[in-house]
Every structure is written in structure tokens, then in C-alpha cells.
């Protein structure tokens, strides 16, 4: 599944290959806010029982709190409007399994993420990567489920990892004068959508909100 997620990506970039290296590229770094959303928030999977345990396990509820992130990205103006982007992203979220008469499972779920957007500037600013520009793409998603039966901090004793496709949507304003460097703010969602399947045992869905602030030169 690695495999394909970043073949899936390739041609975005090699098809603009020599477009981008004729462009001025403009790049940027920010630090990022993980609000999880829909089952990555909370997923409660029900009562069964279990024969090691000889004992009916209750019904568990699994939840993520805000994580943070950072991203540094390459955004290569194709003309007026519309730039390519390279996103190189990571994130680290903390949450808790629980269950009535049960000890309380630590998790951990951490990312990175290889991605490729396209950016459209209404107002004709991309080759300044000034004002107002939405922001659509797709991304391989490289992610770590990990969860710690004691010290949350020490004692991860139980990992998942997992490989797989994501798209990612937003709206973003860079703020600044046509030169140097200016302040950028960035809203986009982000869905799981491989390798989500409840059936073959895969986790759910890494979907969240991501609010960044960051430079761009």
C-alpha cells in the first residue's frame, strides 16, 4: 500500500517537471493544529467475548484530543492563478481507550505525510503567493497507531502501522507586502480514503481539521 500511494502521486510531479524548475519557488514552514473529526474523534466498538479472557469485554470508546504538526512546503507558480505545492507534513495526536471496569489504554497515533497540491489564486497573486488562495490535493500518509498498558510516555507496547491514501481541501491567506517574507494562515480538511475498511480490521479513518500559521518566502 506504500508503494502505491506514492505511485499514485508520481505523475503530478513529473509531469510538471520542467514546468516547475522554470519557476521562481516560493517556501514555506508553519506550525499546524490537529482537531481530529468523525471516527478519528471517537469510535465506541461494541461488547464481545473474549476466550483468552474467558470474560465478556464491555463496550470500548477510543478517543483523540487536538494534536500538533508542522509542515515545510515548495509552492511553484505555474502562471498568474494556479501554483503546484509539495507538502512534507508530520503530526502526533494523544487519545484514551476506555471501558467501564477496565484500566485505561493510552494511545498515540503519529503521521507523516508526502503530498502534492494544487493552489488557485483568484486574484491573480500566485507568482507572489500573496491574498487569498484555496487549495485541493492528495497525499501518501505513512501513520503509527500506538497504544501503552501503563507510563504513556514510555511504555507503547502495542504498534500499528499503516499506509495510505488522503485528500486534503482548504482555504489559505498569505498576508504581507509583494517581497519578503510574509505571514501565512491555512485551513484544510484531510480524509482517509484507502485502507479505511471497518471489515478488514483497518483502523478508522484519519480525518481531521488543520489550522496552520506559518511563513512563506
Do not use: C
Not at 510516555?153 to 491514501?165: E, F, G, H, I
Amino acid at each position: 500500500m506504500r508503494r502505491a500511494s506514492s505511485l499514485f502521486l508520481l505523475p503530478l510531479v513529473l509531469a510538471s517537471g520542467s514546468a516547475l524548475m522554470a519557476q521562481s519557488p516560493h517556501m514555506g514552514f508553519s506550525l499546524n493544529l490537529i482537531s481530529p473529526t468523525g471516527a478519528f474523534a471517537s469510535t465506541s466498538y461494541p461488547a464481545y467475548y473474549s476466550l483468552s479472557a474467558a470474560r465478556t469485554i464491555p463496550t470500548q470508546k477510543e478517543t483523540y484530543d487536538v494534536g500538533l504538526g508542522g509542515s515545510f512546503t515548495v509552492s511553484f507558480p505555474m502562471d498568474r492563478n494556479l501554483a503546484i505545492r509539495l507538502n512534507l507534513s508530520g503530526s502526533a495526536e494523544n487519545g484514551t481507550n476506555r471501558a467501564a471496569g477496565e484500566t485505561s489504554i493510552n494511545l498515540r497515533h503519529s503521521q507523516f505525510n508526502l503530498g502534492g497540491d494544487l493552489q488557485i489564486f483568484p486574484q491573480g497573486t500566485a507568482f507572489r503567493h500573496r491574498g487569498l488562495y484555496f487549495v485541493a490535493g492528495l497525499s501518501a500518509d505513512f501513520e503509527q497507531f500506538d497504544r501503552s498498558f501503563g507510563d504513556p510516555l514510555y511504555d507503547y507496547t502495542d504498534t500499528t502501522r499503516k499506509s495510505r491514501l488522503g485528500a486534503n481541501a482548504g482555504i489559505g491567506h498569505s498576508f504581507g507586502y509583494d517581497s519578503g517574507m510574509r505571514f501565512t494562515l491555512e485551513a484544510t480538511f484531510h480524509k482517509t480514503i484507502t485502507g479505511n475498511s471497518a471489515s478488514a480490521g483497518d483502523p478508522p479513518s484519519t480525518d481531521f481539521l488543520k489550522v496552520g500559521f506559518g511563513w512563506v518566502f
